[in-house]
């Protein structure tokens, strides 16, 4: 008789949270990028790009703080406003990075 196998349920979770240690590890390196080549090419567009990536950062992360169950047993991805945000933050700086070149 076979022993049905179990699952590690915190495997999942910790792939999850390294990966948005990633995302945000690169929105802190991207956002601070485009202050620094706004900053030396004046660009506003480049400027506001950056700063909302690292508000996104800090939203995240503070998100994270203040709700430790972020990723209990039974949950193994964040909330759906939460990736909403995301997907907003990237769609706006994807923009601002567009119409800066748009209008070079």
């Known amino acids: 008789m076979l022993k049905p196998v179990t699952k590690d349920p915190g495997l999942q ?4 949270q390294l990966a948005w240690m ?3 590890f690169l929105f802190a390196l991207v956002g ?3 202050l620094r080549v706004g900053m030396i090419e004046k660009s506003i567009l480049l400027c506001l790009a950056g700063i909302v990536l690292v508000v996104q950062l800090v ?3 503070l998100y994270q703080y203040y709700h430790p169950a972020y990723f209990n047993e039974y949950q193994s991805r ?3 406003t939460l990736l ?3 997907t907003c933050t990237i769609f706006l700086v994807s923009l601002f990075v567009i ?3 748009l209008t070079v």
């Open 99 to 101: 119409s800066h070149y």
């Open 84 to 86: 909403c945000l995301v």
């Open 59 to 61: 939203i995240v992360k």
């Open 13 to 16: 979770r910790e792939r999850t």
């Open 22 to 24: 990633r995302t945000l």
């Open 32 to 34: 601070i990028f485009m």
């Open 78 to 80: 964040p909330p759906t």
